[in-house]
Protein backbone atom coordinates (compact mmCIF):
# COMPACT_ATOMS: atom_id res chain seq x y z
CA UNK A 1 0.00 0.00 0.00
CA UNK A 2 1.48 3.38 -1.10
CA UNK A 3 0.26 6.45 0.73
CA UNK A 4 1.33 9.91 1.44
CA UNK A 5 1.89 11.96 4.62
CA UNK A 6 0.58 15.67 4.41
CA UNK A 7 1.32 17.54 7.55
CA UNK A 8 -0.01 21.12 7.89
CA UNK A 9 2.31 22.69 10.67
CA UNK A 10 1.32 26.62 12.09
CA UNK A 11 0.79 28.38 14.78
CA UNK A 12 -2.02 28.14 17.54
CA UNK A 13 -5.74 29.47 16.21
CA UNK A 14 -4.06 29.55 12.50
CA UNK A 15 -6.39 27.41 10.69
CA UNK A 16 -4.55 23.83 10.61
CA UNK A 17 -7.23 22.14 11.26
CA UNK A 18 -9.78 23.88 8.84
CA UNK A 19 -7.14 23.60 5.90
CA UNK A 20 -6.54 20.06 7.07
CA UNK A 21 -10.32 18.49 7.24
CA UNK A 22 -10.67 20.55 3.65
CA UNK A 23 -7.97 18.86 2.09
CA UNK A 24 -9.10 15.43 3.51
CA UNK A 25 -12.84 15.90 2.18
CA UNK A 26 -11.61 17.40 -1.27
CA UNK A 27 -8.64 14.02 -1.73
CA UNK A 28 -11.48 11.62 0.31
CA UNK A 29 -7.94 10.93 2.84
CA UNK A 30 -8.12 9.84 6.37
CA UNK A 31 -7.70 12.53 8.72
CA UNK A 32 -5.61 12.48 12.37
CA UNK A 33 -4.65 14.77 14.70
CA UNK A 34 -1.56 14.39 17.10
CA UNK A 35 -2.32 11.63 19.86
CA UNK A 36 -3.81 13.71 22.35
CA UNK A 37 -5.78 16.47 20.48
CA UNK A 38 -9.56 16.02 21.45
CA UNK A 39 -10.70 15.98 24.78
CA UNK A 40 -10.77 12.34 25.31
CA UNK A 41 -7.78 11.78 23.67
CA UNK A 42 -5.93 14.32 26.22
CA UNK A 43 -7.80 12.39 29.07
CA UNK A 44 -6.60 9.03 27.61
CA UNK A 45 -3.32 10.28 27.35
CA UNK A 46 -3.22 11.01 30.70
CA UNK A 47 -4.07 7.64 31.47
CA UNK A 48 -1.38 6.41 29.65
CA UNK A 49 1.13 8.54 31.03
CA UNK A 50 0.48 8.16 34.65
CA UNK A 51 2.83 6.01 36.19
CA UNK A 52 0.42 4.49 38.39
CA UNK A 53 -0.93 2.64 35.02
CA UNK A 54 2.67 1.82 34.25
CA UNK A 55 1.32 -2.14 34.51
CA UNK A 56 -1.31 -1.74 31.80
CA UNK A 57 -1.72 -4.55 29.37
CA UNK A 58 0.05 -3.81 25.73
CA UNK A 59 -3.39 -4.97 24.11
CA UNK A 60 -5.10 -2.49 26.79
CA UNK A 61 -2.62 0.89 25.89
CA UNK A 62 -2.95 -0.21 22.04
CA UNK A 63 -6.63 -0.27 22.11
CA UNK A 64 -6.63 2.95 24.14
CA UNK A 65 -4.42 4.78 21.42
CA UNK A 66 -6.60 3.58 18.68
CA UNK A 67 -9.84 5.11 20.58
CA UNK A 68 -7.85 8.19 20.60
CA UNK A 69 -8.17 7.84 16.87
CA UNK A 70 -11.82 7.37 16.68
Given amino acids: MTGRLIVFEGAD ?3 KSTQA ?3 ASRLSAELTFQFGATEIG ?3 RSILLDPTHAALD ?3 EALLVIADKA
Fill in 58 to 60: DRA
Fill in 13 to 15: ASG
Fill in 21 to 23: RRL
Fill in 42 to 44: SAI
